[in-house]
């Protein structure tokens, strides 16, 4: 069954939650600023039993936070943000159980297969996380680098999940078109994750109560487990950050 995977996004040395599509921008739009340190929701997760979930540095300045809560849970938690096959072994040495893998996967838009040789070289394919995420032109969705800035030429379909998933063990992919919005999740990306992936993947945008969370559990299966951001009561929303753990522990086999 489908199981949430928490996350600490981390920007200028902060624990936030931004609106995915406008970091990097001429305006970046902010949800939430916490108070507390990332050891804090380390911690908390580790308490939880909540395996799985991942810290993204969105930006530079964000290393000695990460650092703080891969201490906080060594082995606990996947780490993106800036990977390279040059320091990707270090962030595993720092506690990371994986690695999460996006702009440097791709060069001038294009996918960028020596450098994604290089990383699962570096660190292995199980230790591999690559972020696939997306925003939609027409009908179709494409592959965003950059905190999600630029568009490539990469469209997801079976054919390219299917290559893709040689070379990790995990998808991390964000609608990036509602990220941060609490809008709802884009069932039109469930519905193609869903079907054709064929590795575990996690879905990040939108989930803003249990009806979309049923709908990531209810198309996903034993294949698609979500991220809730701002929508959790940790996060400055309403939605009871310990009500989704009791849900997901008991969505559980």
Same mark, same amino acid.
């Given at each position: 069954?489908?199981?949430?995977?928490?996350?600490?996004?981390?920007?200028?040395?902060?624990?936030?939650?931004?609106?995915?599509?406008?970091?990097?921008?001429?305006?970046?739009?902010?949800?939430?600023?916490? %108070?507390?340190? !990332?050891?804090?929701?380390? @911690?908390?997760? *580790? $308490?939880?039993?909540?395996?799985?979930? /991942?810290?993204?540095?969105?930006?530079?300045?964000?290393?000695?936070?990460?650092?703080?809560?891969?201490?906080?849970?060594?082995?606990?938690?996947?780490?993106?943000?800036?990977?390279?096959?040059?320091?990707?072994?270090?962030?595993?040495?720092?506690?990371?159980?994986?690695?999460?893998?996006?702009?440097?996967?791709?060069?001038?838009?294009?996918?960028?297969?020596?450098?994604?040789?290089?990383?699962?070289?570096?660190?292995?394919?199980?230790?591999?996380?690559?972020?696939?995420?997306?925003?939609?032109?027409?009908?179709?969705?494409?592959?965003?680098?950059?905190?999600?800035?630029?568009?490539?030429?990469? %469209?997801?379909? !079976?054919?390219?999940?299917? @290559?893709?998933? *040689? $070379?990790?063990?995990?998808?991390?992919? /964000?609608?990036?078109?509602?990220?941060?919005?609490?809008?709802?999740?884009?069932?039109?990306?469930?519905?193609?994750?869903?079907?054709?992936?064929?590795?575990?993947?996690?879905?990040?945008?939108?989930?803003?109560?249990?009806?979309?969370?049923?709908?990531?559990?209810?198309?996903?299966?034993?294949?698609?487990?979500?991220?809730?951001?701002?929508?959790?009561?940790?996060?400055?929303?309403?939605?009871?950050?310990?009500?989704?753990?009791?849900?997901?522990?008991?969505?559980?086999?």
């Amino acid at each position: 069954m489908s199981r949430f995977r928490p996350c600490i996004d981390l920007h200028a040395g902060r624990v936030k939650q931004m609106v995915g599509g406008t970091i990097g921008g001429e305006k970046e739009l902010t949800n939430f600023v916490s %108070e507390r340190p !990332p050891s804090y929701y380390a @911690e908390l997760y *580790r $308490a939880d039993n909540l395996t799985g979930g /991942h810290i993204i540095k969105l930006g530079p300045g964000n290393d000695e936070a990460a650092r703080e809560a891969l201490s906080a849970w060594p082995g606990g938690m996947q780490l993106g943000g800036g990977m390279n096959a040059s320091n990707a072994r270090g962030w595993l040495d720092a506690g990371a159980e994986k690695v999460i893998v996006t702009s440097c996967a791709f060069k001038n838009g294009m996918v960028d297969w020596d450098a994604i040789s290089a990383l699962v070289k570096a660190v292995g394919r199980e230790h591999l996380v690559l972020d696939l995420s997306c925003r939609k032109r027409g009908s179709k969705y494409f592959i965003v680098t950059d905190l999600w800035q630029k568009f490539t030429t990469v %469209e997801i379909t !079976p054919g390219t999940l299917e @290559e893709f998933s *040689r $070379a990790c063990s995990e998808f991390l992919i /964000h609608a990036v078109d509602v990220e941060g919005r609490q809008s709802g999740v884009d069932c039109d990306l469930l519905a193609l994750l869903a079907r054709f992936s064929p590795i575990p993947t996690t879905y990040a945008g939108g989930i803003r109560n249990f009806a979309d969370i049923d709908l990531v559990e209810f198309a996903g299966g034993d294949i698609i487990d979500y991220t809730v951001g701002s929508a959790l009561n940790i996060f400055g929303g309403q939605l009871s950050y310990k009500d989704v753990v009791a849900h997901s522990g008991s969505s559980r086999p």
